[in-house]
């Protein structure tokens, strides 16, 4: 049975970083492709960054230059550091296994205060 725990959400003020954790199990986890998404009150689900299993990574243009998505195979986790970050960040942020079968995780809060 795949399971994905995320860990690191919080309060934080603008300007300041939080570093997202998402340990994987019931899954050869070097075999898949991870991602971060999050959603704000009242939008939909949007993928924030991708780490492909070659390590290749991309991001939503939003998040740019100031969040590095990251993995160690040999923890099976998947990170996101995120620094800089801004009120329109807050949201709940979800790990998400994407390929080659999709699995969520159950989310954490992320709120960033002006």
């Known amino acids: 049975q795949v399971q994905l725990v995320e860990s690191g959400g919080g309060l934080v003020q603008a300007g300041g970083s939080l570093r997202l954790s998402c340990a994987a199990s019931?899954?050869?986890?070097?075999?898949?492709?991870m991602g971060w998404y999050r959603q704000a009150p009242g939008k939909e689900r949007e993928l924030v960054a991708v780490i492909n299993t070659g390590g290749s990574t991309n991001y939503v243009d939003s998040v740019k230059g100031r969040f590095t998505i990251s993995r160690d195979n040999a923890k099976n986790t998947v990170y996101l550091q995120m620094n800089s970050l801004k009120p329109e960040d807050t949201a709940v942020y979800y790990c998400a296994i994407i390929a080659p079968l999709r699995y969520w995780g159950q989310g954490t809060q992320v709120t960033v205060s002006s």
């Open positions: 019931g899954t050869i986890f070097s075999r898949n492709v």
